[in-house]
Each structure stands twice: as structure tokens, then as C-alpha cells.
């Protein structure tokens, strides 16, 4: 019986977390690839809202390049494979390679940011730390706040 409990339990855990709605991670068509690994509700607050996770793989083929864009939260940047060059706000054009880290500030402009390589994908681990409500996490450059 504690065995049929403790996996009931587990399964439940598992459907609640992937029904609960996910924000969108839309990019432009020809722009890098986004997958969600994991969204995880937190017990703490961010800005007096309840707080969430959000970690996604983006992926750019050979030569591919991001529209610059915008987050609405803070974003931790790992790079997995590859080489890109990006820049945040008014700062320095960076480039960056695996096992590399960035730190973009929310609202922060995210440009010129493009795979160096024409033979290679790049892959990176990016981290939203965000309000449960966010409903948009790529936010055209020419917009300062979601839609």
C-alpha cells in the first residue's frame, strides 16, 4: 500500500507539472531553437510575486543568428557546445564558448548575437529566475515591456 501511495504521488507530481501552462519562448522563423527542460514553481517571492524557474536549451545551427530581443526577468547563460558572439545592453560585443557563463539583466537589449561557427551548432543552457505570470519571455527589441 505505502508503495502504491509514494508512486501515485510521483505520477501526480509529473502531470501537474507538465499541464501547468508554459510561458512562450517564441523566436523568429530562421532563429535559434527552444526547448523547455524544466519549469519549477519556487517557494520564494521575486518582486512580491510568486516565483518561478525556467530553464531552456537554445540551439542555433551552423551560422544561424538571434533578432535582438528582450527578457522580461533576469537570465543565466551556460554555454553547452559551440561558439557565439552576443552583446547585452550597451556593453562590449562578447564571445563566448563552452563552459562559459552571462549575465542578462531584465529588459536588458540581447544583440547581435550569432553562432561563429559555419560548420558547428551552438547550444546553450539559459535560465529565467521570473514572476509565475510571465506569459512571454522573448520580447521584440522595439518593445520595453510584454505585450
Not at 111 to 120: F, H, I, V
Not at 122 to 129: M, N, P, Q
Request: with cysteine; aromatic share 6%; charged share 25%.
Amino acid at each position: 500500500m505505502k508503495r502504491f501511495v509514494i508512486g501515485t504521488a510521483i505520477s501526480l507530481c509529473c502531470v501537474l507539472n507538465l499541464s501547468a501552462e508554459e510561458p512562450v519562448h517564441k523566436m523568429p522563423a530562421g532563429g535559434p531553437t527552444v526547448k523547455v527542460l524544466q519549469s519549477t514553481d519556487l517557494e520564494e517571492t521575486f518582486d512580491g510575486q510568486p516565483a518561478r524557474v525556467t530553464m531552456v536549451e537554445v540551439s542555433w545551427k551552423p551560422g544561424g543568428v538571434s533578432a535582438d530581443h528582450r527578457h522580461p526577468c533576469p537570465t543565466f547563460v551556460y554555454v553547452l557546445e559551440g561558439e557565439l558572439e552576443t552583446r547585452v545592453g550597451d556593453g562590449p560585443l562578447l564571445q563566448l564558448k563552452k563552459g562559459d557563463t552571462l549575465y542578462e539583466p531584465a529588459f536588458a537589449l540581447h544583440a547581435d548575437t550569432r553562432n561563429l561557427s559555419e560548420n558547428n551548432p551552438v547550444r546553450v543552457l539559459a535560465i529565467h529566475v521570473h514572476p509565475r505570470d510571465v506569459k512571454q519571455f522573448v520580447i521584440p527589441a522595439d518593445q520595453t515591456k510584454p505585450e
